[in-house]
C-alpha cells in the first residue's frame, strides 16, 4: 500500500467554521514503517489549530516539508541572508526568531517551510499573540529585505507590534496565496499595489489603524476565498470590483469582530448583485449604508451563510425587508452581531416573532451592542438562549431585577457595559450562568448594595468565572471584594479600576484569588501599604495599583527571592501613590518584567544599571516625579528596548545620556527637567523617526539643533521649551503637530518652501528672533496655536497670516510689529484668543474684529498706536471675557453697548479660559 487518507466526522463538521486555509504538515515516521504522516490542518476563529484530515504515504510523493527533517536541499543563500536581515529590522525580546543564525541552514530554522527538493522558502509564519503578550515581534520592518524569496507562498506577521509604519506594498511576490497582516499596529492606507498579488487565496488586514478609500484594485484578486479589510477609519464606498469575487467565502470589510468603529466612514451602495458571492458562509460589513429592499433579495440568496455582522447600519430598523430577511436566515446562523444600528425592542421582536422554541435557533453569539434596547428584549432572549454562548448587550437600556432574572444555560460571556444597574437586584443572588467565563459590567453605575451577600447567596456561585470588569463604577467599600470571593476563587483577571475604593484589601480576598493573573484597581482611593497578601500569588503576572493613596516603602513580596510569581510577573503599575524610601536592587529579581511605572511618588535615592541589567523584556519604564538619580556608566548597553521612556524630574546627570543611542524603538520620551547641560548629539534627532512625543523641555541644552534632512512619519509633539537652543529653527521640525519651542535662544526663524501639513501648534515665544515677520503662513494652514511673542520682529503682519482659517489663537505681544492689522485677518473667525499687545501697531482699530471674530474671549491691544474712535462693532463680542485697550491713542467715547458684555460681568473661568486657548 503507498498511501491511505482518512479523517473524522467532527473534522468535516467542524471545518465549516475555520479559515477557508488549508495547511498540510508532515511527520517522518522511524523504524520499520518509512513513510510520512501527513496531517491537514487549519485555523478555527480563535486562531487554534484544527485537524481536518490524515495520510501516510511514502516519503518520495510528499513535496513539502522541512528540511531539518530530511537530508533533502537546503536553505538557498540568498534566501537565508535575505531572512537575516529581516530580522535585523526587528526587536526580538522573546526569541521567536533564535534559531535564525549565520552559516545555518535556513530550512532548519523555526517557523520557516521550504521545498525539499528545491530548498527555496515556501512558507514563513512570524504571527505573534501581542493581545496577551505573550510573545511578539517588534519593530520597523524591513519587507523589501524578503524580495528575494520569489517562491513563497505563504506569510504570516499578525499580532505583532511593528509602531504604526505603512503597510508595505509585497510588490515582487508573485506567488504569494496566504497573507495575514492583522493586529501589527499598522497605520495608514491600503497600498492599491496587494491588488497586483494575483495568486491570493487570504488576504486579513484586520485590526490596524487603517484609513482612506479601499482601493478598486482588491477587485483584481479573482481566487480570493478570505478578504478581511478591518475597519476603524476607513471611508468612501465599497468598489463594485469586490462583488466579483465570486470565489470569496469569507468578507469583512469595515467590522472588527464586534468593536464599534465610530470613525469609519464607509457609505453609499452595498455593490454586491444576486447571484454573486453565493459562496459566502461569512459576511461583515460596518458602515452607514444606503441599503434598499434588493439588498435585502440579494442577503437571501446567500444560502451557505452562518455568520452575519452588520455594524453601525443606523437605517436598518426603517427597512422592513432587511428585518424579514435577517429573520428569515437567523435559523442558519451561528453568529448574528447588529451593533449601533438604532434597533428597538420592538425591531428584536420583529427579527424572533416566528420562532416558536429554542431548537429552531442555533445562535452561539449574539451582538446587539450600542441600541436602544431595554429589558424587554434580554426577557425575549430568554426564551431563544438555549445555545448562546456569548451574549453582547452594552450601551442599551438593560436593567436586571428578581422577576428578570436571566438563566442562560450555555452562556460563557455577557457583557452589559454602559447600562444603568444601579437599581438592579442584588449580582449575589443572580445565577446567569453556571458556565459563565467572562462578566463585563463597566460603567454601569453598580453601588455597594448590588454586592451585598445576603443568607441565600450561594457560595461559587459564579465559581466558571474568569474574567470580570466592574471597571468605572460608583464602588466604594470593601464589601466588592468579599462577594468576590464568595462567588468565585478561580477569577484570572479583575477590573476595579475608576471607583470610589477606600480602606484596604482585605486579607480574605487575598487568601481566596490564587488564581489571580492580572488586577486592575488604578484610580481609587485605597490607603494603607501595598497588601504582603500579593506574595502569595503564584499566578500573578499584572498588577496595576496606580492613582491610590497607598503608603509605605517598596513592596517587600517583590524583594522575595523565593517570591513564586517573580519569573512570570509582566506588567507592575504602582504610580501616583505616597510610596516612599529607594527602589530596592532586588527588583532585578523580576527577570519578566515588561512594564515598570512607578512615577509620581515620593522615591528617592539612586538607580544605576543593576536594577534594570536583568529586564531583556522591558519596553515601558516609567520613574517620572520622583526624587532619583539615574547613575549609569558611560558604556552601559541596556538589554532592553524600551518603546516608553519617562524620567521626569529625575537626576540623569549634566551630560546627554548617553545608553539613549541603544534604544531603537523609542515612541515615547521624556526626559524634561533632568538636569542636562550640554550639548544634544546629532545622531540622537535621527530617533525622531520612530516617536510620537519627546519632551526635553526645562533642561540647560545648549548649541543648535542641525537642519539635516529628515522625515517624522509619526508628526509627534515636540517639547523643547525653557532650554538654551540657538541659532536657526530647523525646518525638519515642522513636520511635528506639536512644537514647542519657548524660553531658548533661536534667533532665526524661517518657512518658505516648507510643506508642514500636520502643524497645528507652534510656540516660540520668548525667543531672540530677529527682522520681519516671515511671509509663509500659506504652508502652515493646520495651526490652531502660534505664539511668537517676547521677541525681536519688526516689519507689518504679513497678509498671508490670513490663511490660517483654523486659528484658534495667535500671540504676537511684545515684539517691534508696526503698521495697520491687515484686512486678511479678518478669515480668522475661529480666533479665542487675539494677543497684539506692547508692538507699534497703528492706525483704527478695523471692524471687522468684531464682526468676523465673534468667538474672542480674549482680545489684547494695549500698548500700541491704535487711533481713532473704538468701532461699535466690538459690541458683537458677547463672549469676550479679557478684553484691554489700554494705552494707545483712541479718541472718542467707549461705546455704550460695551455694558452689555455680560461675560466680562460675571466671574471669570481663568482654568477654562486657558483651557480653550490652549
Known amino acids: 500500500m503507498e498511501r491511505c487518507f482518512w479523517t473524522f466526522g467532527p473534522c468535516i463538521e467542524g471545518f465549516k467554521y475555520c479559515k477557508p486555509v488549508v495547511q498540510v504538515d508532515g511527520t517522518f515516521l522511524t523504524g520499520r514503517y518509512h513513510a510520512t504522516l501527513l496531517t491537514a490542518i487549519a485555523q478555527d476563529g480563535n486562531r487554534n489549530i484544527f485537524p481536518l484530515a490524515f495520510a501516510i ?37 522573546y526569541g521567536m526568531l533564535s534559531t535564525w543564525t549565520n552559516n545555518t541552514d535556513c530550512c532548519k530554522w523555526k517557523r520557516i517551510l521550504c521545498n525539499h527538493q528545491t530548498g527555496h ?122 462583488g466579483n469575487l465570486k470565489k470569496l467565502q469569507y468578507l469583512s470589510i469595515g467590522c472588527n469582530y464586534g468593536e464599534i468603529t465610530s470613525s469609519n466612514s464607509l457609505s453609499g451602495a452595498i455593490p454586491f448583485q444576486v447571484g454573486n458571492l453565493s459562496l459566502l458562509h ?38 422592513r425587508q432587511w428585518l424579514q430577511t435577517i429573520s428569515k436566515i437567523i435559523p442558519n446562523l451561528t453568529e448574528l452581531r447588529l451593533a449601533e444600528c438604532n434597533l428597538l425592542d420592538v425591531h428584536i421582536q420583529s427579527l424572533f416573532h416566528s420562532r416558536s422554541s429554542n431548537n429552531s435557533i442555533s445562535l452561539t453569539i449574539l451582538d446587539l451592542s450600542s441600541n436602544m434596547l431595554t429589558s424587554s428584549t434580554l426577557q425575549l432572549l430568554f426564551n431563544f438562549g438555549l445555545h448562546l454562548q456569548e451574549l453582547y448587550l452594552p450601551h442599551n437600556s438593560i436593567s436586571l431585577s428578581p422577576s428578570l432574572c436571566p438563566n442562560f444555560p450555555s452562556l460563557k460571556i455577557l457583557d452589559l457595559s454602559y447600562s444603568n444597574l444601579a437599581s438592579s437586584m442584588s449580582l449575589g443572588n443572580s445565577n446567569i450562568s453556571s458556565k459563565l467565563q467572562e462578566l463585563h459590567l463597566r460603567s454601569s453605575s453598580l453601588i455597594d448594595r448590588n ?91 499584572g498588577l496595576n495599583l496606580s492613582n491610590n493613596k497607598l503608603n509605605g516603602e517598596f ?58 541589567s536583568n529586564f531583556s523584556k522591558l519596553y515601558v519604564l516609567s520613574l517620572s516625579y520622583n526624587s532619583l538619580s539615574l547613575k549609569f556608566v558611560s558604556t552601559w548597553i541596556p538589554p532592553f528596548q524600551l518603546t516608553y521612556l519617562a524620567l521626569a524630574s529625575c537626576k540623569l546627570g549634566k551630560t546627554f545620556p548617553s545608553w539613549l543611542q541603544t534604544q531603537n524603538s523609542l515612541m515615547v520620551l521624556d526626559i524634561s527637567d533632568s538636569s542636562i547641560s550640554e550639548y544634544v548629539p546629532e545622531w540622537f534627532w535621527n530617533k525622531l523617526q520612530t516617536m510620537y512625543v519627546l519632551n526635553m523641555a526645562q533642561n540647560n541644552l545648549i548649541g543648535s539643533i542641525p537642519n539635516i534632512q529628515l522625515k517624522l512619519p509619526f508628526r509627534p509633539s515636540i517639547i523643547l521649551n525653557s532650554n538654551k537652543f540657538e541659532g536657526k529653527v530647523p525646518l525638519f521640525l515642522l513636520q511635528a503637530s506639536e512644537l514647542l519651542l519657548s524660553q531658548n535662544k533661536f534667533s532665526d526663524f524661517l518657512c518658505e518652501n516648507v510643506t508642514a501639513a500636520n502643524l497645528a501648534t507652534l510656540d516660540l515665544s520668548y525667543n531672540q528672533i530677529k527682522g520681519q515677520l516671515p511671509d509663509c503662513w500659506k504652508s502652515v494652514d493646520q495651526l490652531l496655536f502660534l505664539d511668537l511673542s517676547s521677541n525681536e520682529l519688526t516689519g507689518n503682519i504679513p ?52 464682526e468676523s471674530m465673534q468667538q474672542l474671549i480674549i482680545l489684547i491691544m494695549r500698548g500700541n498706536h491704535f487711533s481713532g474712535n473704538p468701532p461699535r462693532s466690538l459690541c458683537y463680542l458677547k463672549r469676550i471675557q479679557l478684553f484691554d485697550l489700554s494705552r494707545n491713542n483712541l479718541s472718542g467715547g467707549i461705546p455704550t453697548c460695551l455694558n452689555n458684555f455680560t461675560a466680562l460681568s460675571g466671574n471669570i473661568n481663568k482654568t477654562e479660559t486657558e483651557n480653550r486657548v490652549h
Not at 287 to 314: M, P, R, Y
Open 799 to 850: 497678509i498671508s497670516m490670513g490663511t490660517l482659517v483654523k486659528l484658534e489663537s495667535l500671540v504676537l505681544r511684545n515684539n517691534c510689529l508696526m503698521g495697520e492689522l491687515p484686512s486678511s485677518l479678518k478669515n480668522c473667525n475661529n480666533l479665542i484668543m487675539l494677543d497684539v499687545s506692547e508692538n507699534m501697531l497703528s492706525g483704527p482699530i478695523p471692524s471687522w474684529v468684531g
Open 121 to 242: 522558502v515556501q512558507l514563513l509564519d512570524l504571527h505573534g499573540d501581542i493581545d496577551y503578550n505573550i510573545q511578539y515581534l517588534r519593530g520597523a520592518i524591513n519587507v523589501t529585505s524578503l524580495i528575494h524569496l520569489q517562491y513563497i507562498q505563504h506569510l504570516d506577521l499578525s499580532h505583532n507590534d511593528f509602531e504604526w509604519i505603512h503597510i508595505p506594498d509585497f510588490m515582487g511576490f508573485t506567488n504569494l496565496r496566504y497573507l495575514s497582516l492583522s493586529n501589527c499596529f499598522f497605520a495608514g492606507r491600503i497600498p492599491s499595489e496587494l491588488g497586483d498579488l494575483s495568486q491570493l487565496r487570504y488576504l486579513n488586514l484586520r485590526d490596524n489603524y487603517l484609513w482612506g478609500e479601499i482601493p478598486v484594485q482588491i477587485g483584481n484578486l479573482k481566487l480570493l476565498q478570505y478578504l478581511d479589510l478591518g475597519g476603524y477609519y476607513l471611508s468612501g464606498k465599497i468598489p463594485s470590483q469586490i
Open 555 to 612: 513592596p517587600s513580596f517583590i524583594q522575595n527571592s523565593s517570591w513564586c510569581s517573580r519569573h512570570i510577573f509582566r506588567e507592575l503599575d504602582l504610580s501616583y501613590n505616597q510610596l516612599t524610601g529607594k527602589i530596592p536592587e532586588s527588583i532585578k529579581l523580576l527577570s519578566g518584567l515588561e512594564v515598570l511605572s512607578l512615577e509620581g511618588n515620593s522615591l528617592e535615592g539612586d538607580v544605576t544599571e543593576s536594577h534594570l
Open 57 to 93: 504515504v511514502e516519503g518520495s510523493t510528499v513535496t513539502l516539508k522541512n528540511s531539518s527533517e530530511s537530508g533533502e536541499a537546503k536553505c538557498i543563500e540568498r534566501e537565508s541572508q535575505a531572512l537575516l536581515s529581516f530580522k535585523d529590522s526587528l526587536i526580538d525580546v
Open 282 to 319: 461569512t459576511l461583515r460589513l460596518g458602515g452607514n449604508f444606503d441599503i434598499k429592499a434588493k439588498d435585502a433579495q440579494w442577503l437571501s440568496s446567500l444560502h451557505s451563510l452562518t455568520v452575519l455582522e452588520l455594524t453601525s447600519l443606523h437605517n436598518l430598523g426603517s427597512s
Open 451 to 541: 454586592f451585598l451577600i445576603s443568607s441565600t447567596s450561594t457560595t461559587n456561585s459564579l465559581s466558571s468565572l474568569l474574567h470580570i470588569d466592574l471597571s468605572n463604577n460608583l464602588l466604594r467599600l470593601y464589601s466588592i471584594f468579599l462577594w468576590l470571593s464568595n462567588v468565585t476563587t478561580n477569577l484570572r483577571t479583575l477590573h476595579l479600576d475608576y471607583n470610589f475604593l477606600e480602606g484596604s484589601i482585605p486579607d480574605e480576598f487575598g487568601k481566596s484569588m490564587n488564581s489571580l493573573e492580572y488586577l486592575y484597581i488604578s484610580n481609587n482611593k485605597l490607603q494603607g501599604k501595598v497588601p504582603s497578601f500579593f506574595g502569595s500569588m503564584c499566578r500573578l503576572q
